[in-house]
DNA sequence: TAGAACTATGTTAGCGCTAACATGGTAGCG
DNA sequence: CGCTACCATGTTAGCGCTAACATAGTTCTA
């Protein structure tokens, strides 16, 4: 039999304040006060000061998941890196982190452990939160991926490396970069230069800037020697990889590791073995960390402007989120030499 | 007139297939799908299979935000922190995305700049979102943000210090830290020890481990002199610390840092200047941070187990949101005082 | 063998908000 | 004064999903 002598159904939903609760106080209806509260500029002054009083009163939180199912879109940026372990990822994260949250936005932010299918998982859900626009770190997605965000129609940035993007790109040239790496260490004499890297097929952006490296090096008529760590960048690994550099290439006179902490490592490392630095062996990094340009000698490296990076990306989507022209769609912030004395 | 003559009202929502398409194509109803992917032990197998194979051709991606709706509840948790230029948070965030990840928690990142004023506004945001659970770093908040939070019925842990808690507690006890590490200076022969901290308003740990510090140094009939940098830690502020002690105490033969950023940046820069550590100074730090292992002389500092800290915070809150009994209201994950030659 | 207990699925009624349309009032204009 | 324009507010109808209750079929139990 159906429910004909029951009473109403038990309620459901939280026991907060609701809009209409905030209408009856105020004595309008729930619309104005949703349009006080959003668009402002809509409703008299008074009747919004009304209103204000009366949230406060009941002590209304508005239910952004409500209004974002009312409205299709949440005031959410999807924001995908490979790493939190990484400092680099992190101060692309907090410059757009603090451009977006100054307009309202709040960061969902996903950790792909350099995996294509966990991307993708997160781009489901992503999607799945209405999300306002999705940030991505890099230019490298699974066919899957790819499916899903060829029907989404809105902003998509593509960050940290420059190349054919699905819709804005802000990042730097890594090969450029790698080139430009090894011009320096030839300029400064240096014949036999060993690239050591890890996990190039994970950071495959210090793949692209071993490729630069190499392509500079077979110019000169010289070898290009990769040593590949099977651990990502840390102080730890970058000591091993100078180990392994002494053990297998002794005549080995310069090492051009694929980021600054494993050449600080090695710098490091280098001092407790009691080898001068540039003297028997010189080091060069990539990235810029501080932490490179604390030590004696000051490691040379490449500084690219990554909070940077991640403010002039927020501030693109900004823009079409606001329906502005986006006046670059692909944007390349550069790098910039820093020749210390560790070379 | 009303809207008589017009036809339907123009659809809104965004075009992706919903439940309802997936459950034609199932054959099924609506709700049937709704548990064959959220309970689907709830679901006869073969049903579940139908189900799945509808998802899969219809290209269905589960709104995540009506869920929410519907239920009262997301899986986010909310996680609170002062900022992200500090690794030691970013540890602890690692910790906890791992452990709610596995889980299908969502973490939705706030950073407060250490602003308790920027605090409530993000949990006033977050409780907007339904989250399931929040996690904050520290014990202060703004009494308009213990109005908010003593209202909610969802698990609240506060992380990073131990202390009279809200409701969970992972942490450590700084004021502890601070005497272990002015013991440890003592015992190594120091009288004339200066604490260097920066922000200690804010930073207000900081000023915990001080206070620590000064109680040992007191006991033994010692100043306990202070300096505030008006930084936040760096490696770079660390260096200024360091100038700031030789100019102003010129006979101390220890500085306390209030972390190991200030801590390492102190003793590179005593390098440069061709002081001997701990011969001239003594550098202390706190944290453990992997910097300050890996320079010459290794860094005494204290070691706080902090991706431990926020896997166990974790799982306290998940054990809470499965309905387990909580088996610890307050956990103490300790520190270590890691003895370096550096003091 | 009646009925309790359980399994698998369906029906109904919202969750709290906002887009779209409607309406009444005031101002501007020739 | 009739017209359009605009401003402030209201009414209606969902957004896409799931909690609560309903129901039919099956198995178990005394």
Redesign the interface.
Known sequence: MSNSNAGPRRR???D?PTLKQVADAAGVSPITVSRALNTPERVNEETRKRVLEAVDQV?Y??????G??AS?S?RFIAVIVPS??N?VF?EV??GL?ETF?ARGY??????TDYDLDREYQLV??F????CSALVTAGLRHSDACLG?LG?WDKPIMEVMELGEALDLNVGLDHQEAGRCMARHLLARGHRSIVYVGACLDRDYRAGMRFAGHREVLEAACLDAPLIELDRLG???AG?AGLDQVLGGFPGARAIHFANDDLA??AL??A??LGLRVPGDIAIAGFNGL??G????PRLTTIQSPRETMGRLAAEQVLRRLDHQPVTQRQQDVGFTLMVGQST
């Open positions: 459901r939903g939280s907060q002590g939180v508005p239910n952004l998941v409500a974002s199912l299709a949440s939190l372990a400092a992190i994260i907090r982190q949250e709040q960061i969902l932010l996903g950790n489901r859900t999607l799945g939160w209405s899903l029907h840390s102080l730890e000591a600080t490592g490091l490392h001092q407790r501080t932490l340009q604390h030590v004696t």
